[in-house]
């Protein structure tokens, strides 16, 4: 679900499950997803990775598309939100990298999505992380459409057009719901 009425992802909406929110009764057993687009800025007091408080390395977007999932099925398994994310991420980097987005090659490096651009040196395009709250893995994947002067160098701008976001946006939900929906069939099918 694309929410329009959201511009900023500040890292509250990780801190609480939020499917229910957004889908009432239409929540699905097998994970909800919704994107927005806006600027990120996530300081230390709503960050969740230890790693980037302790080395200060706070969040910053100037225009960005955020991806926020929410996974029921993964129930208290951190080690499964960890799989899921960087799974996620592996499609959402091999969408990107298609001719009618960004038409480079676009890779991860553990849970970052990277863009080779014309220098041999590689750029974050994404921040992303995940953990489990009440019974369900949550995931935020931000990606950069425009850094900004407040972003770290290594940060690379998708400078996508807004028909680009727009599409990606649809393609992303879409993926979502079939990769669950087949990852969820594949379980139904194992012979005991």
Known sequence: MFIEELKKYDGSLLHQRFAFKYFHKESNAIGDIIIFRGEMEVLADSMIDQEDVMNEAFIWSEDAINILWEL???GNNTFGAVAYQRLFNTEIANLLSRKEYLNQTVFMDGDDIMVHSN???ANKLSVSITHVKDHAALGHTGINI????KAPEIAFSSLLSDEQVKSFCEETIDLF?????DMFIATTKILT
Not at 146 to 149: H, V
Not at 177 to 181: A, H, L, S, V
């Open 177 to 181: 719901y079939t990769m669950n929906q």
């Open 146 to 149: 425009k850094a900004g002067p």
């Open 72 to 74: 029921p099925i993964l």
């Open 119 to 121: 220098s041999d040196t």
